[in-house]
């Protein structure tokens, strides 16, 4: 299943349509929802943050241990 589905699922299952935000996917799981995009060395690389309208971000370069460098936008901004 497409991150997107997964995500707006996960909101819908858990009450977060409408909060706005993003839900971060890592390997097909959801691991969070947060209120903005932000800290990408939270979160290691190959995770994906989709927000409600669709636009998603993934978290690129860095390891596991230190997290990523940044999320890089998968759509036109």
Not at 47 to 73: F, K, P, Y
Request: proline share 5%.
């Amino acid at each position: 299943m497409p991150p997107i589905d997964i995500a707006n699922h996960w909101r819908k299952a858990n009450g977060y349509a409408g909060r706005g935000g993003v839900v971060v996917v890592f390997n097909g799981e959801v691991q969070s929802w947060v209120n903005q995009l932000r800290n990408p060395e939270h979160w290691q690389p190959g995770c994906i943050a989709v927000d409600e309208q669709g636009h998603t971000w993934t978290a690129i370069v860095g390891n596991e241990r230190d997290g990523a460098l940044m999320w890089l936008a998968n759509h036109e901004l």
